[in-house]
C-alpha cells in the first residue's frame, strides 16, 4: 500500500491534519464516476473500482460519514458502487440527482421530492432537437430519471459532437426552465439550484463536521471544490483532491492534491484508514 501522499498546499495540509486529529468529527466527500469507478463508454456499465468498497469499509467506521455526491440516480450509484449490505458501510450516504434524492446505508430507502416537470419536456423534445443538430453517429441519450444526458464520447468525433450539441442544448433546456451541466463529453441537462458544492455543504454543516475531504474529476465538481473553499473561509478545514485526467485539468489546478484516478483514491482511502488505525 503507499503512505499517505502529502498535499502540496498549506491548506491542504491543513485540512489533513484536521481530519488526521479527529476522525470522527470528519466527512469524506466523494464524486462517483471517474472517482470511484473509472470512465467507460458506456455508463450503463460503469462500476466501482474493485477495491473501492473494501477501501470505504474500511475508512467509514473511523469517520463521521462517507458521502458520496453525484449526478446519477441514488440508487443507481448505490447499485453501481455495490454499497448495499456492506459490513463497514453503515455510516455510507449517497446523495444522488446533485442531493435532491438521498440514500442512507442504515435505511436502506432513498428520499426524493417530485421530479422536475421541464424534464419530461426535454425528454419529449430532445430528438428532434439532435436532428436538427446534424447527424452524429454514436451520440446517445441517458435516461436519469430527475434528468436527461446526451453523451457524445462514442462519436467519430467526440469533442466536435460536444461543442456542436451545446448551443442548442441549452436553448433547449432554458425553454423548459433546466440548465446545462457539461462534464467529460457528456451534456446533462437538469433543474437548477442543487449542484454538488450545495449538497455537499448542506451535508457537512447537517452534520456538524469540522472537517472535510472532497475527490472530484470533473466539471461537475468544481462547485464542491467551491463549497470547501467556502467551508475552510467559515472555519472548517477542508483538503481537496482530484482524481486525474488528461481530459479535464481544471480540478488539478485547484486541488491539494492529485491522485492517479479511481486506483489512485482507492489508494488514498486504505492509506487514510491505515493511518487512522
Not at 442512507?104 to 426535454?122: E, F, S
Not at 433547449?172 to 440548465?179: D, E, N, Q, S, V
Amino acid at each position: 500500500m503507499d503512505p499517505l501522499p502529502t498535499p502540496k498546499t498549506q491548506p491542504g495540509r491543513d485540512g489533513l491534519a484536521a481530519l488526521l486529529a479527529k476522525p470522527t468529527a470528519a466527512i469524506i466527500g466523494l464524486d462517483f464516476d471517474g472517482t470511484l469507478a473509472p470512465i467507460v463508454a458506456d455508463p450503463e456499465q460503469a462500476r466501482a473500482h474493485p477495491e473501492a468498497v473494501p477501501a470505504l469499509a474500511a475508512l467509514a467506521p473511523k469517520v463521521a460519514s462517507v458521502a458520496v455526491v453525484t449526478g446519477r440516480p441514488a440508487g443507481v450509484a448505490v447499485r453501481y458502487g455495490g454499497f448495499a449490505g456492506v459490513p463497514g458501510l453503515e455510516h455510507l450516504t449517497v446523495l444522488g440527482h446533485y442531493g435532491a434524492e438521498r440514500w442512507d446505508a442504515v435505511t436502506g430507502t432513498v428520499t426524493a421530492p417530485a421530479p422536475d416537470p421541464g424534464v419530461a419536456a426535454v425528454r419529449a423534445e430532445l430528438p428532434g432537437v439532435l436532428d436538427r443538430a446534424g447527424a452524429w453517429p454514436g451520440t446517445w441519450i441517458e435516461e436519469k430519471g430527475r434528468a436527461v444526458a446526451v453523451h457524445t464520447r462514442r462519436a467519430e468525433d467526440p469533442q466536435a459532437a460536444f461543442e456542436a450539441l451545446r448551443g442548442p442544448l441549452a436553448d433547449l433546456a432554458t425553454r423548459h426552465g433546466l440548465i446545462v451541466e457539461p462534464g467529460r463529453m457528456v451534456l446533462e441537462l437538469r433543474p437548477p439550484g442543487m449542484d454538488k458544492g450545495v449538497a455537499l455543504a448542506e451535508y457537512v454543516r447537517g452534520m456538524g463536521a469540522e472537517s472535510v475531504l472532497y475527490a472530484g474529476d470533473d466539471l461537475g465538481d468544481l462547485p464542491a471544490f467551491a463549497a470547501v473553499e467556502e467551508l475552510r473561509a467559515d472555519g472548517v478545514p477542508g483538503l481537496l483532491v482530484c482524481s486525474g485526467s488528461t481530459e479535464v485539468t481544471e480540478l488539478a489546478e485547484r486541488a491539494d492534491m492529485v491522485v492517479n484516478g479511481p486506483a489512485g483514491v482507492v489508494n488514498l482511502l486504505r492509506a487514510l484508514a491505515a493511518q487512522l488505525d
